[in-house]
């Protein structure tokens, strides 16, 4: 069975880094598209990024285009996400996701989810 677990949360100043990690175990995870979603109190899930198996095609939600890079490593089952000049509004529970298609996950809809991590960015 697929498992997803991220790391890498924590609480931040606005305008530090951070980096979350999605560790895959039960699958094969050089075959999936992945994303990264967020969802603050009180507020839907919402997209934030996804990469196809290969790193060659990525998509970012506009909010966070230009500070965070997502990326992969198919050697190690794991994806991260490199977020840069943090800012108050990013805070919220970060989820990874794994689908057969990205096109699904661009829709936040996917197979495998994992429990999220929480950033905190206080101002």
């Known amino acids: 069975q697929v498992r997803l677990l991220e790391s890498g949360g924590g609480l931040v100043q606005a305008g530090d880094s951070l980096r979350l990690s999605c560790a895959m175990s039960?699958?094969?995870?050089?075959?999936?598209?992945m994303g990264w979603f967020r969802q603050a109190p009180g507020k839907e899930r919402e997209f934030v990024a996804v990469?196809?198996?290969?790193?060659?095609?990525?998509y970012y939600a506009d909010s966070v285009k230009g500070r965070f890079i997502i990326s992969r490593d198919n050697a190690k089952n794991t994806m991260y996400l490199q977020m840069n000049s943090l800012k108050p509004e990013d805070t919220a529970v970060y989820y990874c996701?794994?689908?057969?298609?990205?096109?699904?996950?661009?829709?936040?809809?996917?197979?495998?989810w994992g429990r999220g991590t929480q950033v905190t960015v206080s101002s």
């Open positions: 996701a794994a689908d057969g298609k990205i096109e699904r996950l661009r829709g936040r809809t996917a197979n495998y």
């Open positions: 039960g699958g094969a995870f050089s075959a999936y598209p």
């Open positions: 990469i196809n198996w290969r790193s060659v095609i990525t």
